[in-house]
């Protein structure tokens, strides 16, 4: 009873000492969108790519294999860089980078110019999570990460929301030149906003001393410096890695082959896919938020760190589960519910992930922990991709992959408990394996 009355008003005070924390929240959850709206083209765009550009489903599975690839290598790049330049340019910078990427799709021709353009993609745009991931922990207490996080992440589903009601219509008004075109300059008018507005706590203006304390209100953190081949001998990087290995892979696939999976199996054309494609990341959003607030509503009413992180992560995990029906389903809208629900889930587990990167490790290492972890979700990614295009190919069959998304999530979730059962920080300087 004491810590709840306690948790309630440490809530009054976080309400009383101001909100400008929200505005850099919101601003992260514009570039996210962003991210996904470039992201997302070419998945919309391929039933119809397929037939002009002529390329098959192993073919298409290298293109996202090459994005995979990039995003893989940047993850590996730019935590450590975030980590030394800061967040405001080095966000700043890669989205200039993608933005660009996601523009020269238009000069491509053949599979071969695909693959070079997403794998320039990949590159930029794995700084998004990083950076974004870095900036919450700077700018919000532990008890408010979760959420923060949820929110933000919410951005991947209100991209994808966006883009298929705005792509089929530049591919079909304008071509599938301009889609690209108009998608990828879109990240300009958010990069005026991000250096008028972004600056560490220590640094803002705009930050009241009252709303700064509290920020700073957890315990203090020794400044520390990890070298970043040093990462890999604690098993909490291990903990938050293989959960995203396991995991990321299952999103990209929904990303990239949902739009052919309605396509080949209810016979989706370009022109009705929207509706479908945005009532599933309506429902995604929902799962991205809710479950970055369940683990932090059971924080306040008492539950540890460690029971509200992974009894949060449980319950998406578990909701997941019925995605291995969505291929055997003969009615489109029941799929599109099964899929709906296994995004949100994804997306609730998801948003827990990032925050226990931040549980575990102090503020100055999480941008390379986060990169790290990125990276190996990225090498899932490219192991997913071109399996699907060879199972595809081989046997026109979505049944398999949707048996493996359905296990994944329980699976991340038993390793992540069996390497950091108390999800404890890491002990830095203290020895390997901490």
């Known amino acids: 009873m004491a810590e709840t009355t306690a948790g309630a008003a440490t809530s009054a005070l976080g309400a009383r000492v101001g909100h400008f924390r929200w505005m850099v929240c919101a601003l992260l959850f514009f570039g996210t969108t962003i991210n996904y709206i470039d992201r997302q083209v070419l998945g919309l765009l391929a039933p119809d790519l397929r037939r002009i550009i002529g390329w098959n489903d192993v073919e298409y599975g290298y293109m996202v294999t090459a994005f995979s690839a990039a995003y893989a290598l940047g993850l590996l790049l730019t935590g450590r860089v975030l ?94 030149q301009w889609a690209f075109i108009l998608t990828g300059a879109f990240g300009f008018s958010w990069l005026i906003l991000w250096f008028w507005l972004y600056d560490p706590p220590e640094a ?26 040093s990462l890999a001998r604690y098993r909490q990087t291990w903990a938050f890695a293989l959960g995203k290995f396991m995991t990321d892979p299952i999103w990209w696939f929904y990303l990239y082959w949902v739009p052919s999976f309605l396509n080949q199996k209810f016979g989706v054309t370009l022109q009705k896919m929207g509706p479908p494609i945005v009532a599933i990341y309506l429902i995604a959003d929902v799962g991205s938020i809710g479950g970055g607030w369940l683990s932090s509503a059971l924080i306040k009413r008492g539950f540890s760190i460690n029971r509200a992180r992974k009894t949060a992560m449980l319950c ?18 029941t799929a599109v519910l099964l899929l709906g629900l296994a995004c949100a889930a994804h997306q609730g587990f998801s948003a827990n992930m990032f925050t226990i990167a931040s549980d575990m490790f102090p503020r100055r290492a999480i941008g390379s922990v986060v990169g790290f972890g990125g990276m190996m979700g990225a090498v899932g990614g490219m192991m997913i991709a071109t399996a699907a295009g060879w199972i595809l190919q081989l046997t026109g069959s979505y049944h398999s992959l949707f048996v493996l998304a359905g296990c994944a999530y329980l699976l991340a979730l038993l390793v992540i408990h069996l390497i950091v059962p108390r999800l404890e920080p890491a002990r830095i300087g203290e020895g390997a394996g901490a």
């Open 204 to 229: 803002s203006k705009r930050l009241s001393k009252a709303e700064f304390d509290y920020i700073r209100s957890d315990p203090v953190e020794a400044p520390v410096q990890i070298p970043w081949l």
């Open 316 to 333: 998406m995990a578990v909701c997941v589960v019925p995605i291995v029906l969505a291929a055997t389903v003969e009615n489109m809208w």
């Open 83 to 176: 980590d030394t330049v800061g967040t405001k340019l080095g966000y700043g910078l890669a989205l200039v980078f993608w933005s660009l990427a996601a523009m020269a799709h238009a000069l491509a021709k053949t599979p071969l110019h695909f693959g070079a353009a997403r794998f320039a993609l990949g590159l930029g745009e794995a700084a998004n999570f990083p950076a974004a991931i870095k900036s919450v922990a700077e700018w919000f207490p532990r008890k408010e990460r979760a959420l923060a996080t949820g929110i933000f992440n919410a951005g991947t589903n209100v991209g994808a929301i966006i883009a298929p009601l705005v792509v089929p219509w530049l591919a079909l008004t304008y071509s599938w």
